[in-house]
């Protein structure tokens, strides 16, 4: 199974903001099921965004939709038509270049929509290789084996593990409900799991060829940056507190295990620095490819889907982010271990703490680099997510229960097997 990672970005008329904005609003109270964009219907998504980007007027106010789904663009964008039409029409409608007359236009719509596409420069996939629905056919499997189990536990009839787990699966075999499970298939296939590597590998290779091109360059290039690094400006002040106020009211709702980040940041001025971002969020993208494919990301266990941007001609940053937990601890994760690469990717942009040689010190410095992020986000419209309550570590732990149990077990992986319950 691929997945897709992607975002519209469209320009809004600044006359029709405050429309957009209400628009948007009723899109967030329910996001499931609204009379614009249902996103519940769409089979193939994971995660959706709408974000309506006001906080840098001087490059205009822009519509921001991200979109999380399985497969290739044009199946979901099929979909995505049938489903939401003439909400699409009505959103766009509000966004400077949108000559579709009317919403049965479907040739002009998904040509616009094509058109403003904005693909990843690099991006991470907690869950890889499993489908929505797939997702949410193992949440169901493991919630009806904890009630069976808990019903076996009532009746208080001590069994031995390889006992209670075929008590547990031997009723799953006749019910039409989980006949999906024997064809369920693995995460990924060879060739899925073998390609990223194999471009980790050339890549790697190529490099060591091509030293002698490369070296030189690469080292004045390095010189130049670290004198701009001691002489950049950095953000002193804390974070705005309305901004951070607004941004906390719509996080941590009981209703999800998770939370939704968005931020657009400057980037510095040159294009040894435009150079240097798009060569670092290469080697994130590579890197994460060939490496990050079981639900961690540089030992942070809480992404669902993450992606970087460069919009703009290279002038802005965009970062989307679904993740579980709190906003506090998701940062404070990034700090505590993944700081070397968040300093190599923002330490480009603009206030961003001091930095060292590209990837030392920056995030380090937490209360700044916090001051900086939230200066930074803007307030989600509308969030969807096809699964909010089940964490990334959950929905690994789901795969990992229906992938043991039909396949015969000795007592000690039964065990294993029953302690994901």
């Known amino acids: 199974m691929t997945h897709t990672v ?24 329910k996001p499931e099921d609204n009379a614009y964009i249902p996103f519940r219907k769409l089979a193939l998504l994971h995660f959706a965004s709408l974000v309506l980007h006001e906080s840098q007027p001087d490059y205009g106010f822009y519509l921001i939709f991200e979109n999380n789904f399985d497969g290739a663009l044009a199946p979901y964008l099929d979909d995505l038509y049938r489903q939401a039409a003439d909400g699409l029409h009505q959103i766009y409608s509000s966004c400077q270049d949108y000559t579709v007359t009317n919403a049965g236009d479907r040739a002009g719509m998904l040509s616009y929509l094509k058109a403003h596409v ?14 929505a629905q797939r997702i949410l056919q193992e949440r169901d499997l493991k919630n009806t084996l904890e009630t069976a189990a808990d019903k076996l536990v009532e009746v208080g009839q001590p069994r031995a593990p390889r006992e209670l787990l075929d008590a547990l699966r031997n009723p799953l075999r006749t019910d039409p409900k989980f006949a ?24 790697a290779v190529l490099s060591v060829l091509t030293l002698p091109i490369w070296f030189i360059p690469a080292v004045v290039g390095l010189l130049v940056l670290r004198y701009k690094e001691s002489t950049d400006s950095i953000q002193l002040n804390a974070a705005n507190s309305d901004r951070v106020r607004s941004l906390v009211q719509q996080e941590d709702h009981t209703q999800s295990v998770g939370n939704h980040m968005a931020s657009i940041t400057i ?26 494919t079981h639900g961690v990301l540089s030992g942070i266990p809480s992404i669902h889907f993450a992606h970087w941007s460069m919009i703009d001609g290279g002038r802005r940053l965009l970062f989307l982010s679904n993740f579980d937990g709190s906003w506090e601890n998701y940062l404070d994760d990034f700090i505590d271990k993944a700081a070397v690469g968040l300093t190599g990717v923002w330490s480009n942009t603009v206030g961003f703490p001091r930095t ?8 380090r410095d937490g209360p700044r680099f916090k001051a900086v992020a939230r200066d930074s986000q803007v307030v989600t419209n509308a969030w969807y997510s096809a699964y909010r309550d089940v964490t990334v570590q959950g929905i690994d732990n789901s795969s990992s229960l229906r992938e043991d149990i039909y396949s015969p077990l000795d007592t000690r992986a039964a065990e294993a097997c029953l302690q994901r319950l």
Request: aromatic content about 12%; hydrophobic content about 50%; charged content about 20%.
């Open 6 to 29: 992607m975002t519209f970005l469209a320009k809004v008329k600044p006359e029709k903001r405050d429309a957009l904005r209400a628009l948007l609003a009723e899109i967030g109270d």
């Open 118 to 131: 904005v693909l990843p420069n690099a991006y991470h996939i907690g869950n890889t290789g499993r489908g």
């Open 180 to 203: 999906w499970i024997p064809g369920a298939g693995p995460r990924q296939n060879f060739m899925e799991k073998a390609i990223p590597w194999a471009k980790f590998v050339l890549a």
């Open 267 to 292: 980037v510095k001025e040159g294009w040894l620095r435009r150079f240097a971002l798009r060569t670092v969020l290469w080697a994130v993208n590579l890197y994460v490819r060939s490496t990050q």
């Open 356 to 363: 060292q040689w590209l990837v030392f010190g920056g995030a």
